[in-house]
């Protein structure tokens, strides 16, 4: 009798991912992380130094435009360590989401030719993206350790033990969001389109450019169901010392995070079954 060492499966659950397979394939995981990150700066004249520009500049820009132009208040922070601390958090978040929600329409030329766990793709991707949050953040302790040596009033707390945490749901909402928009582009292309814009209109629902100290009471609870409020304001009070840090807020957040993600992981194996004769 002949004995095999894996044997597929059709799927028929709506909940029907195997972790444990997913582990089995992390050698996989670690082959594509390393393939999309050499593949962002292969060919380029800087190299990993667009890394390090991108939050540069769009810190610079908002500087110049909401703190010397529109004189938005940053909480006695100083606005470029303000600004690039509200960056590099929303960069990776961004960054996850962009990245996964083209996970079956970028890569069915391999998932038509040989059989691995989908899931395995978005997940690569969300680590690329954590090396890239590891860069910029150290260019953002870079800047942090300058302005501390200047004297300027930064409070830093045990909050910043909650790092990995924040990291931990960041990757889990930017994966669960990818993989539904992923999911529905199958048949709806137009989302494609509607992410990127989409995204941009988010940041400047979070308290990235502004201190959520900025936005009035009665609006606070709208703030509170954006997920990405909590996560911001708990990375700049952690080592900025200013920041509205709320345990409700922090649960809610989390809360939210762990659905999309569970929505997102049965829509994705779902979808995964067919969406071969659909792309």
Known sequence: MDSWSTEIKPKTGWFDVNLAEV??????????????????????????????????????????????????????????????????????FSNCVNATSNTFVANAYIFGKVYFPRLVMPLSNVITRLAMFGIQFALFLAFYGYFIAKGAPLHPNLYVLALPLLLLQMAFMGLGFGILVSSLTTKYRDLAFLVSFGIQLWMYATPVVYPLSQVPQKYRFLMDLNPMTAVVETFRYSFLGRGTVSGTSMCLSWAITLCVLGLGIVLFSRVEKTFMDTV
């Open 23 to 92: 582990w089995r394939y992390r050698d996989l995981i670690w082959l594509f992380v390393n393939r999309d990150f050499v593949s962002q700066y292969k060919q380029t004249v800087l190299g990993p130094l667009w890394f390090l520009l991108q939050p540069l500049f769009s810190t610079i820009i908002f500087t110049v435009i909401f703190s010397n132009v529109a004189h938005i208040p940053t909480d006695n922070v100083p606005p470029f360590l303000f600004y690039m601390a509200g960056t590099v958090v929303w960069g990776y």
